[in-house]
């Protein structure tokens, strides 16, 4: 049973950072990419950042290019995401999830696995 347990959420001022940590059990970490969505209220989940099995390929949205950086410790079975000069409009659960594929991909129902989401909060 892949289990995945997202943490570092919470509430920050605009301009501030953050880095949401997403720990995975349940089968080899290294073999799969990973992913961070994000989900606003009243607005569809949307894709933020990938990582291949590797870490050698990373992919952005255009919306935080620059600003976040998707990173993974294969002995660690974790994938993080820093997240740099925030903005209001980032305020979203945030969801981790890990693909059954090993090169990154954008695509939601590419995914197998979904954490149960922590929230982060950007005050202006």
Do not use: H
Not at 25 to 30: A, D, L, P, Q
């Amino acid at each position: 049973q892949v289990q995945l347990v997202e943490s570092g959420g919470g509430l920050v001022q605009a301009g501030g950072s953050l880095r949401l940590s997403c720990a995975a059990s349940g089968r080899t970490f290294s073999n799969y990419a990973m992913g961070w969505f994000r989900q606003a209220p009243g607005k569809e989940r949307e894709f933020v950042a990938a990582i291949s099995w590797s870490g050698g390929n990373t992919y952005y949205a255009d919306s935080v290019k620059g600003r976040f950086t998707i990173s993974r410790g294969n002995a660690k079975n974790t994938v993080y995401l820093q997240m740099n000069s925030l903005k209001p409009e980032d305020t979203a659960v945030y969801y981790c999830a890990q693909s059954g594929r090993v090169g990154f991909t954008v695509a939601l129902n590419e995914y197998d696995y979904w954490g149960q989401g922590t929230q982060v909060t950007v005050s202006s």
